[in-house]
Structures are given as structure tokens and as C-alpha cells.
């Protein structure tokens, strides 16, 4: 989906240089990943695709201040995270706590759901609206600190270390919020993954 | 050492993503041999994860990219008569 770095960087080159139209070539293979970062954020179509916009246009803008020492993709995401942060704090008002103060909680169960009768989705299973739909809403009820991770780690599929460079958080960090987000997922989606279960059953439909 | 499940399930997100070193990859692998339990948690997991990237689960909303391209688009006029894009005084 990225393009070469290196054709990459010329193109920021000729960019800056006053090939101002080429942005748009520039942005469209994050495009995507702009909108789906703003989502992460501040969970409303509306405001992910204005912020998706004013991220894009803080970015070209901004250009000449990208210096290259992180990835392009690196240098969007963060300024698409602060876009939605200071969305947030704007929807939820200066009296509430911001989003940043959101501690790792020690507390909560973060075990998986353990799965008897089922041993692999079928593929015909994943091409239902219904699991898809479930996982949207799963992924939004993640708590934001895991959302966030999850989004640019399993969804964006960014690396390690750009998702902690975006985030402003250690790599230690994003390993562990991850885990979580995934098993916290695998937990809520099981009872959909359940229906699918290729039958092994006894008499009468009951399970062995 | 032999693995218990929870201490398969705490190296889970790991494993998937190849970041346990070899040892501990090679003890839960064994364990995985034997255990239905945990193999189904993987796989559920993985299948989790293969939904996730794709595209048809998480979409953008229809004319997103259009609408973006056409601010881009006046920005850019707007910004035409001014010299290069420069951050330098």
C-alpha cells in the first residue's frame, strides 16, 4: 500500500520545493490510515472525516517542518492523533479529565475466552456481515488507551516502535496494551465465533 | 518447564506477532500440540486479526476521499501565489 520511501522522499522534495499539486499524490496511500487514526479517536464519522481533512491539510502546510529523521507515516499519525485529542477535549469539555490522563489499569481480567467446540472460524464465517459489524462495535467499546494501540498496531499495521513513536508511549507499553485490546476482543467476540462452531455434538444437540 | 495455559495465553499476542524468543516459541508450540483449548484461543485470535485488516470491516465513509481532495485542491490554489512551502524565515 506505501509507496517506496525514496520515491517517497522525492516527492516531498519536489513538494516543498513548489510542485504544490503533488501533495495529492503524496496523501493518497494514507488516506485511510488518516481517517481510521481519527476515528480511533474520537469514535464519530463526522468528526474522524473533518479531522481526517483538517490533518491533512495541517500536514501540507507543515510540510517543509518534516525533516525525515521519522517516517512520513509517523510524522501523519501524530498529527492526526493530536487532531482527534484536541477534538475530544473540545467534545468533552475542559472540566473533564483528558484523554492522556488515562492510566493502565493492574486491575481487570485480560484472560481470553476459552473456546471448547470450535477450533477455527470458517472462512465463509469471516465473510459475515454480522461478525464484521460485531468487531466494529467491540473495537469502539475498547477503552480508549487499548483502542488507540490496537487501531494502529492490527489495523493500521504499523510496527512497534512507530506505533510508541506516534503515541508518545514506550514500545513496552504498546506490547502490553495490545495483548490486552486483542484478548479483550477475543472475549467479546466469542459468543459470535460460537455460532459458527462446525458441529461435534452428542445426541440431541448437546455438546460432548 | 512444561507450559500451563495461562502462561500460554499471557505470551499469546506475542507469539502471533513472532516476538517470543525461541525457546519459549518452541515450549508453546508443544503445548499447542496437545491443548484444544488454547489452540482455538490462537486461532480465534488470529482470525480476529485477519478481519480486522480487512478492508470491508472498518470503511471509509462513502465520498470520503473525494470530499478530502477537493479541500486539499483549494488549499492548494489558495497557497499557489504564495512562495514555495516554506517552514524557513
Known amino acids: ?208 | 518447564m512444561k507450559l500451563d495455559c495461562k502462561h500460554v495465553w499471557e505470551h499469546i499476542s506475542e507469539y502471533i506477532d513472532m516476538t517470543v524468543d525461541a525457546e519459549l516459541r518452541k515450549e508453546i508450540d508443544l503445548h499447542l500440540e496437545h491443548c484444544e483449548i488454547c489452540s482455538a484461543i490462537l486461532d480465534s485470535t488470529r482470525n480476529i486479526l485477519i478481519l480486522t485488516a480487512d478492508d470491508r470491516t472498518f470503511e471509509l465513509p462513502v465520498g470520503y476521499s473525494k470530499r478530502l481532495h477537493e479541500r486539499l485542491k483549494d488549499e492548494i490554489e489558495k497557497t499557489k501565489q504564495e512562495p514555495p512551502v516554506s517552514g524557513q524565515k
Open chain 1, 1 to 208: 500500500m506505501r509507496m517506496i520511501d525514496t520515491n517517497e522522499a522525492g516527492l516531498i522534495a519536489r513538494i516543498v520545493a513548489g510542485e504544490k499539486e503533488l501533495f495529492h499524490e503524496l496523501i493518497r496511500p494514507y488516506e485511510r490510515m488518516v481517517y481510521l487514526t481519527l476515528f480511533a479517536i474520537v469514535k464519530n464519522e463526522t468528526e474522524a472525516e473533518d479531522g481526517a481533512q483538517e490533518t491533512v491539510i495541517s500536514a501540507y502546510r507543515h510540510l517543509a517542518s518534516f525533516r525525515g529523521d521519522a517516517k512520513f507515516s509517523t510524522w501523519l499519525t501524530t498529527i492526526a492523533i493530536n487532531e482527534g485529542r484536541k477534538r475530544l477535549r473540545k467534545a468533552k469539555g475542559a472540566a473533564e479529565n483528558s484523554i492522556e490522563e488515562e492510566e493502565e489499569s493492574h486491575e481487570g481480567d485480560y484472560t481470553p475466552a476459552p473456546l471448547t467446540d470450535w477450533r477455527e472460524i470458517p472462512l465463509e464465517a469471516l465473510e459475515r456481515k454480522e461478525l464484521r459489524e460485531a468487531l466494529r462495535v467491540a473495537v469502539a467499546e475498547l477503552p480508549d488507551i487499548y483502542r488507540q494501540v490496537f487501531v494502529l498496531r492490527d489495523l493500521e499495521e504499523q510496527n512497534i516502535e512507530e506505533t510508541a513513536q506516534a503515541l508518545g508511549i514506550n514500545p513496552g507499553a504498546v506490547k502490553v496494551r495490545l495483548h490486552r485490546a486483542r484478548m479483550m476482543l477475543q472475549k467479546r467476540l466469542v459468543p459470535f465465533l460460537k455460532t459458527t462452531a462446525p458441529a461435534r455434538r452428542g445426541f440431541f444437540g448437546r455438546a460432548l
